[in-house]
Structure formats: structure tokens, C-alpha cells
T-cell receptor
């Protein structure tokens, strides 16, 4: 089983719908992240959480919200989806540990299409 | 804010050849980390290699090695004896060492195709 699991893997929906993307991890990491990937733009950070009570906006948080339900679960919501939110979404985790620079581990992504 | 630039949107090379992917970055920090991630057609994001800025020795992982030039703010990835399975998007990424603010900033990627 994957260490970082994203559901659903693919989703097609309509403009105006509320969408929730879910992420769960079995790595025991305290830090979790949501990114979106667009062609030619790389990955951009939407939100991140360094522990259950910590939520921070990333580079492109407008139109999104998140919830850290437990150390292992971090969900991303689109309250009213719009077509320019069509993208590949990644969840990632990392371990703060005692040393900095820990690499992030990614889920397999959710491809979201908004019509 | 840090920026990461990958100036080669696409590259292709014959199988078994060596290829170098370029990456430059801009930061005012002295200590930081740099990463290369690989994204094959399966769309997974796979860590290839990690470099600590305060270490002068270039990181190596089997056929993958980096040329880290701190003064020039350059971090290129060399793939030796390229294989068909190396076909993927490659992303360079920067991470500050500022504890509590350790986020990844990615470049726009280089699409590498290995030709049989």
C-alpha cells in the first residue's frame, strides 16, 4: 500500500460544485502539503500544515480551503469550483525531525477537471 | 522570495548517452537544500537526489549526480548511461533551512525523452 494516499485519483465535475480532495498517510510524518501542477508552471504550494493545529497559506490559496483532521489526514476543498482550477493536485508529507531539509514524499496525485 | 529556473523545457538523448539538465536559483540565504524530483508518465513524484548547500561535495545516487556551483547558484543534474525508464519530467526544487518555514519552491520542469 502507498504511504501517501490521495482520493479520488481522477475527478470530473461542473463549475460551481463543492469538491473535496483527501489525503492520508501512514508515514507518521507531522508535516503535510497541498500543491497544484499546471503545464509549464511546475508545482505551486496551496496550503501547508506543520502539525494538527497549524494551517498556513501557500503561494496560491485563493479559492481553496483545507482541514487537518488528524496527523495522518489533510483534505483540500474547493468551495465553488471554477474551470481554471482544473489541474493535477498533489499531497505531500515530510518529517520535521531534528534536522532540517527533510525531503517531501508525494502521493500519486488527483487529476481534477472542471467543466 | 526564492526562485528556481529551469531553462530547458524539453530535451532528448539517445539511450546510453549522458545528459545534463540545468537549474539555477536565486536566494539571499547561505544555507539551504536543493532537490531533483522525477515525474514519469505514471505522474508519481519521485525524489532523485538531495544536496545540502553547506556541503561542497556533489551528491551522487548511482547514475545520477549533480554539479553544485554555489557561487553561481547553479544545480545541474547529470544522468549517465541513460535508460528508457529515465524518460520523465524532471523538477528542480529549493528549500530554505529557516526552521518552521521549510517549503519547497519548484522550477517549471524539463521534459526528458530517452530515444531507443
Amino acid at each position: 500500500d502507498a504511504d501517501v494516499t490521495q482520493t479520488p485519483r481522477n475527478r470530473i465535475t461542473k463549475t460551481g460544485k463543492r469538491i473535496m480532495l483527501e489525503c492520508s498517510q501512514t508515514k507518521g510524518h507531522d508535516r503535510m502539503y497541498w500543491y497544484r501542477q499546471d503545464p509549464g508552471l511546475g508545482l505551486r504550494l496551496i496550503y501547508y500544515s506543520f502539525d494538527v493545529k497549524d494551517i498556513n497559506k501557500g503561494e496560491i490559496s485563493d479559492g481553496y480551503s483545507v482541514s487537518r483532521q488528524a496527523q495522518a489526514k489533510f483534505s483540500l476543498s474547493l468551495e465553488s469550483a471554477i474551470p481554471n482550477q482544473t489541474a493535477l493536485y498533489f499531497c505531500a508529507t515530510s518529517d520535521s525531525g531534528q534536522a532540517s531539509g527533510r525531503p517531501q514524499h508525494f502521493g500519486d496525485g488527483t487529476r481534477l477537471s472542471i467543466l | 522570495a526564492q526562485t528556481v529556473t529551469q531553462s530547458q523545457p524539453e530535451m532528448s538523448v539517445q539511450e546510453a548517452e549522458t545528459v545534463t539538465l540545468s537549474c539555477t536559483y536565486d536566494t539571499s540565504e547561505n544555507n539551504y537544500y536543493l532537490f531533483w524530483y522525477k515525474q514519469p508518465p505514471s505522474r508519481q513524484m519521485i525524489l532523485v537526489i538531495r544536496q545540502e548547500a553547506y556541503k561542497q561535495q556533489n551528491a551522487t545516487e548511482n547514475r545520477f549526480s549533480v554539479n553544485f556551483q554555489k557561487a553561481a547558484k547553479s544545480f545541474s543534474l547529470k544522468i549517465s548511461d541513460s535508460q528508457l525508464g529515465d524518460t520523465a519530467m524532471y523538477f528542480c526544487a529549493f528549500m530554505t533551512t529557516n526552521f518552521g518555514n521549510e517549503k519547497l519552491t519548484f522550477g517549471t520542469g524539463t521534459r526528458l525523452t530517452i530515444i531507443p
